[in-house]
């Protein structure tokens, strides 16, 4: 009995281990790790929903931990987020036009200003206006996600954080939603930070890459840097899952196009 | 040439409330004794369909059309099916996501007996020492898993544990949906060359299921492409890969992210069509930038454009 009563009591898991990383404006930056390195919950730690138990977090400029709770929104609503597995992260009972509109509940806008604002995100991300009076659950995943990005943006953030923002998708939704996030950024000119299990899509998605392995940044770098010259085991074995593949099956010839 | 697989304008639909939703519109494929074949489509596309077809697992509101006969036998006649004596025996089955599919209350030494004492009447120790061979055979130290629950395992353990439990069935017809889609990049890989591994080592049949062209590339010698239940191009591997005939096809392959490769992702906006909505024309029509008139009113039948290559498609 006692013994059972000690494996109850909390010990704590290191999930994030010494990270440093910084990203300007207008950067572009994936983190790329399998499940269990701890990037979704550095993204979390950058939205001000877990304090880290160690070390430094600025966001825009603020350190954010040291900002009391009810004031953090004030930094953290500058930031877009875009969750991971779109099938799960809309609101079953809100329409679309109203799952779009909550980032803007705090702007202090009239009716008609957000009703503009959620009409001009829609468009951003291509759907039809007509979804904006649908439930979740008559969209398509490819649907689903470009209403997720339209929330994420549609209060002009100048972070933009995306966890997993294609995995969940068909490949040729994938290649749509990419480069529509691409566009947005740029148009938006803001952050866009990329967290993804994918280093293949992960290259179209940003200009800088942060590999992390059990909580740890084992290599940062370029991608074109990182594909020739891994410095750490870990990403030695993940280019060659990738690569292996490519090397040995006939899409190679497409590489030289 | 003996075939594994024989597909004759299959059609598979689900009752869906007062609807009947076709899944698949009249395939015919073939699958040769010892090949690698790829069923490659992308979500809607009926690919799962075909899986469950063959593997003998339709669900019983499943209504279908057409012939298919797995390992020599007519399993599907019209709106018949009869897989007795074919499933588990000559044909078997890899599932999407092992953590789902196998029963989380057995240890795993008692998921092969369940299986085994089914189809063969083995003994619990006869059925434990027929698991220890295979789970070797699938890379990992029986002494490790036997006695383990699935919650025990890693995910990468228990996608080997559930192709050990499939190969364990002795049937030479191994379907696989998606056995990877779930595992992280180095697993993926490592599942890919256990099976292919197995393939030569036990002499399968193997279908294999996925949206990944790489991964297709890497493992079959024949390609399927299924879109909007439809099969758009089916043809040697290399040949597909090389140039593909079909629009959807080269789609497909081109929007598909290369590590190391940096060239436009190409993809045709839209979705599939739903289920529902089927038009008379090419499934393809609303997002083919070749698209001609015929394209709209007809769907194009299949053509033969080569050695065991078909493509359905005006153009051709």
Do not use: C
């Given at each position: 009995m006692a013994e059972g009563l000690r494996a109850l009591r909390r010990r704590y898991v290191e999930v994030l281990r010494d990270v440093s990383l910084s990203v300007s404006r207008g950067e572009r930056v994936a983190v790329i790790g399998e499940s269990g390195s701890g990037k979704t919950t550095l993204l979390k730690v950058v939205l001000g929903l877990?304090?880290?138990?160690?070390?430094?977090?600025?966001?825009?400029?603020?350190?954010?931990?040291?900002?009391?709770?009810?004031?953090?929104?004030?930094?953290?609503?500058?930031?877009?987020?875009?969750?991971?597995?779109?099938?799960?992260?809309?609101?079953?009972?809100?329409?679309?036009?109203?799952?779009?509109?909550?980032?803007?509940?705090?702007?202090?806008?009239?009716?008609?200003?957000?009703?503009?604002?959620?009409?001009?995100?829609?468009?951003?991300?291509?759907?039809?206006?007509s979804v904006l009076d649908y439930y979740p659950s008559r969209l398509s995943g490819g649907m689903m996600q470009r209403a997720l990005i339209a929330r994420a943006v549609v209060h002009e953030p100048e972070l933009l954080l995306l966890d997993e923002p294609t995995s969940a998708l068909d490949v040729s939704t994938q290649a749509q939603v990419i480069s529509l996030l691409n566009a947005i950024q740029e148009k938006l000119n803001c952050a866009m930070v990329t967290v993804t299990h994918d280093l293949a899509a992960a290259q179209y998605l940003a200009d800088r890459a942060v590999i992390l392995h059990k909580g740890v940044v084992v290599e940062e770098g370029s991608f074109s840097e990182i594909v020739r010259n891994p410095k750490s085991d870990h990403a030695r074995v993940l280019l060659a899952s990738y690569t292996l593949g490519v090397s040995e099956g006939p899409l190679a010839p497409l590489g030289a196009t | 040439m003996v075939l594994a697989v024989e597909a004759k304008r299959l059609s598979v639909g689900y009752e869906e409330l007062e609807e009947l939703l076709w899944a698949v519109r009249g395939v015919s494929f073939e699958v040769r004794e010892g090949e690698a074949f790829c069923i490659v489509g992308e979500s809607g596309s009926g690919k799962s369909t075909v899986a469950s077809a063959i593997a003998g697992i339709l669900p019983p509101h499943a209504v279908t059309e057409g012939e298919l006969r797995v390992?020599?036998?007519?399993?599907?006649?019209?709106?018949?099916?009869?897989?007795?004596?074919?499933?588990?025996?000559?044909?078997?089955?890899?599932?999407?996501?092992?953590?789902?599919?196998?029963?989380?209350?057995?240890?795993?030494?008692?998921?092969?007996?369940?299986?085994?004492n089914n189809l063969y009447g083995l003994s619990r120790k006869e059925a434990r020492e027929k698991a220890r061979t295979y789970l070797e055979m699938a890379g990992l130290d029986p002494g490790a898993v036997l006695d383990r629950y699935p919650h025990e395992l890693s995910g990468g353990m228990l996608q080997r544990a559930a192709i050990a439990l499939a190969l364990s069935t002795g049937a030479k017809i191994l379907v696989a949906d998606e056995p990877t889609s779930s595992l992280d990049a180095h697993l993926?890989?490592?599942?890919?060359?256990?099976?292919?591994?197995?393939?030569?080592?036990?002499?399968?049949?193997?279908?294999?299921?996925?949206?990944?062209?790489l991964l297709a590339g890497v493992l079959s010698e024949r390609i399927a492409v299924m879109y909007a239940g439809h099969l758009v191009e089916v043809g040697p591997t290399k040949e597909v890969l090389r140039k593909p005939l079909h629009p959807y096809t080269s789609m497909l392959i081109e929007c598909v992210p290369v590590l190391g490769v940096k060239r436009p992702l190409k993809a045709y906006a839209g979705e599939p069509p739903n289920l529902s909505e089927a038009g008379r024309g090419c499934p393809f029509y609303d997002r083919c930038p070749f698209r001609l008139e015929a394209c709209a009113s007809e769907i194009p039948p299949v053509k033969e454009v080569g050695e065991s290559y078909y493509v359905a498609c005006w153009l051709y």
């Open positions: 877990l304090r880290p138990m160690k070390g430094e977090v600025v966001v825009l400029g603020h350190r954010i931990y040291e900002i009391p709770e009810r004031e953090r929104w004030k930094v953290t609503r500058r930031i877009g987020y875009v969750p991971q597995d779109p099938f799960r992260a809309l609101n079953p009972r809100l329409k679309v036009a109203d799952i779009i509109a909550e980032p803007l509940s705090r702007l202090n806008l009239s009716e008609s200003e957000k009703e503009e604002r959620v009409r001009a995100a829609v468009k951003m991300v291509q759907l039809h206006e | 390992g020599g036998r007519l399993v599907v006649k019209g709106n018949e099916r009869d897989y007795e004596g074919v499933r588990g025996h000559l044909v078997t089955y890899v599932p999407q996501s092992p953590g789902a599919s196998l029963n989380p209350y057995l240890e795993i030494g008692d998921q092969f007996y369940y299986v085994l993926r890989l490592q599942i890919v060359q256990l099976l292919k591994r197995l393939r030569s080592e036990v002499g399968l049949t193997l279908i294999f299921i996925t949206h990944d062209m």
